[in-house]
């Protein structure tokens, strides 16, 4: 029963102002700082009608109690009364690469909104370093910790030193223990990237290619190389005659070099003239495709990469670029995703145990299209430079 009907229900009262009884009921619809309500969730936390609801919100926009920040969303305009700042300690991956980058100024932007206090640690891609980090975050006090490490061994490690502390987890790309897991749908996402290698055989090879290579990142475990299981499986579904063709696994170690210097490794000792190359992620795309350019031999290749990360989309705009596609999985949106769980969790909840984020195929085609402003932000990885 909402609070609305106790007031009218249990106490009769001749002073009351039904008006601002329903105001309230408004006001207790938001449970979260920064919570952005559309109309209809808005009627079904109240339990007024559409049309009040629809005339509270806006009387109450109007008179600077509520921000409209889309077509029928709204928020409230200063802090939740009583509610004490949420302190949320985020480990990021690597400030270095680009994808890192995204995913923090995303998540500052979200933690304003929310008026969440953010403590950041950088774990610098060094498993030792995020163990130290994550014991770190315990001694902040921190309400709930988010972590953004790729070391699968680790996982177990640093998800015990937050359970012991009685500190909850949200995880980045890679899962750990015990933790919500937001990040990526790395089945479906394998399967675009190898539906765009599939079609570019079909179309521009007539369905004949020699080898496929997939560029995996050991470390990262099971869930990740999903991503190239998935690339694999979408390119005998385009192609079904490609299970006949050669397939090569190679840990590129998720890192531009690494990437350069194993394709390097097997394009030396490979005889195969038209390659499918499909990576795990977009530094190992670029790594390899630079490959293919010293050796002369790019024009015998398509590649595609996962995250579209700016470089890729970059590359994507050169003329001629074998990069034929890059899987978005849009990292600039994933701090609103994780401040709205993270919240949802302190405040008891009930969260799903995964949450992904949305994935699309970028291509030469529509990079301008989806990412219009590439050009106002230059900002290149510091391997890439």
């Avoid at 009769?12 to 408004?26: E, N």
């Avoid at 694999?232 to 299970?243: F, H, K, M, N, Q």
């Amino acid at each position: 029963m909402d609070g609305t009907t106790q007031i009218s229900a249990g106490r009769r009262d001749r002073y009351i102002v039904k008006s601002v009884v329903h105001a309230s009921a408004i006001f207790a619809s938001f449970r979260s700082p920064g919570e952005v309500l559309r109309l209809r969730e808005v009627v079904s936390r109240s339990g007024l009608g559409k049309g009040m609801c629809f005339r509270l919100l806006y009387t109450m926009h109007e008179c600077g109690l509520l921000e409209k920040v889309g077509e029928n969303q709204y928020r409230l305009a200063f802090p939740l009364g009583g509610h004490r700042k949420f302190r949320i300690g985020y480990a990021d991956q690597d400030r270095s690469s680009s994808f890192s980058q995204e995913v923090f100024d995303g998540l500052v932007r979200a933690c304003q909104r929310a008026q969440v206090e953010l403590i950041m640690v950088d774990n610098r891609s060094n498993p030792k370093v995020a163990v130290k980090n994550a014991e770190r975050l315990v001694r902040e006090h921190v309400d709930l910790a988010v972590e953004f490490q790729s070391d699968e061994r680790t996982a177990p490690v640093i998800a015990s030193r937050f359970q012991s502390a009685g500190i909850p987890l949200i995880a980045i790309d890679i899962p750990h223990p015990g933790a919500v897991y937001f990040g990526a749908d790395n089945y479906a996402a394998g399967l675009v990237g190898g539906h765009c290698l599939g079609h570019y055989a079909k179309q521009q090879w007539q369905g004949i290619a020699d080898e496929i290579l997939l560029l995996e990142i050991s470390r990262a475990g099971p869930l990740i190389r999903m991503r190239t299981d998935g690339m694999l499986a979408g390119i005998r579904e385009i192609v079904p005659t490609s299970d006949k063709w050669g397939v090569i696994r190679l840990d590129a170690k998720g890192e531009f070099r690494a990437s350069l210097e194993c394709a390097r490794k097997y394009l030396r000792n490979t005889t195969a003239k038209r390659i499918l190359v499909g990576a795990a992620n977009d530094p190992i795309a670029l790594g390899a495709l630079r490959a293919f350019q010293e050796c002369g031999r790019s024009e015998n290749c398509a590649v595609v990469g996962q995250n579209s990360e700016p470089e890729a989309r970059a590359e994507m705009r050169q003329t001629g670029t074998r990069l034929i596609g890059s899987v978005a999985y849009f990292p600039e949106r994933y701090g609103d995703v994780i401040v709205r769980l993270a919240t949802d969790v302190l405040l008891g909840k009930n969260v799903p145990p995964a949450a992904f984020t949305t994935h699309q195929l970028i291509t030469p085609l529509n990079v301008d299209r989806l990412y219009p402003n590439d050009s106002l932000f230059p900002r290149l990885a510091r391997e890439y430079n």
